[in-house]
């Protein structure tokens, strides 16, 4: 089963606005982490944002922030006032446990396309 | 500080070529994970490595994959004998000591294309 949806196959923005990624994940896990990774057309995977399953608080980062629902596991990624170099495909990824590692399970993804 | 180190960058051989794939994990980085990108499979974690010992390899495809970590700044990613189906990016990722909070950083892959 997947552990992380993502159901936005691709996505187009106009310049300066925001837009939302969507990212849902299963998990029975207390402890969880979730990470948001960009992928430009060039290729490398670049972290963007991490969120704990005990934060609190939304985390943000520059423009991105996530809006983290646990009740509904969702941890969607937001980019405010999107930029021509934020096209790139978009991964919502996620750890489970704490006491001992586990390995990270990374969704589709998501293509953002930002017009001028 | 240097990031993770791929090689080749590119590769293009012909089907039943042996390939080597090789990283360089950041320094003082204790885990090690070898993903595949394709069009169709996405993001698939091949094998991961903790203080170079082999954690869990069971997404390595088939016999025809190995990998190994002789010490902790370096690993490898042998396909032998190579088919076409193998073509892909391979990435090479490190992290740190065993925390939820730790991302991995990626090396920029190794695009794969077996003729």
């Known amino acids: 089963a997947q552990k992380i949806t993502q159901t936005q196959p691709g996505m187009f923005v106009q310049e300066k606005e925001a837009v939302t990624l969507d990212c849902t994940y299963d998990t029975s896990d207390q402890s969880y982490g979730l990470f948001w990774y960009k992928q430009p057309s060039s290729g490398e995977m670049i972290f963007l944002i991490y969120q704990g399953s005990y934060d609190e608080q939304n985390a943000t980062e520059g423009r991105y922030s996530l809006n983290f629902q646990k009740a509904r596991k969702s941890a969607n990624l937001v980019i405010s006032a999107s930029q021509l170099g934020d096209s790139a495909m978009y991964f919502c990824a996620m750890r489970e446990g704490w006491a001992s590692y586990d390995k990270v399970i990374f969704g589709p993804g998501t293509s953002l396309s930002v017009i001028p | 500080d240097a990031g993770v180190i791929q090689s080749p960058r590119h590769e293009v051989t012909e089907m039943g070529q042996e390939v080597t794939l090789r990283c360089k994990p950041i320094s003082g980085h204790d885990y090690l994970f070898w993903y595949r990108q394709t069009m169709m499979r996405g993001l698939e974690l091949l094998i991961y490595?903790?203080?170079?010992?082999?954690?869990?390899d069971s997404g390595m495809p088939e016999d025809r994959f190995s990998a190994k970590m002789p010490n902790a700044s370096f690993s490898t990613l042998k396909i032998q004998p190579s088919e076409p189906r193998d073509s892909a990016v391979y990435f090479c990722?490190?992290?740190?000591?065993?925390?939820?909070?730790?991302?991995?950083?990626f090396g920029d892959g190794t695009r794969l294309s077996i003729l």
């Open positions: 490595f903790n203080n170079n010992v082999p954690i869990d």
């Open positions: 990722a490190s992290s740190p000591r065993d925390r939820i909070d730790q991302p991995q950083h």
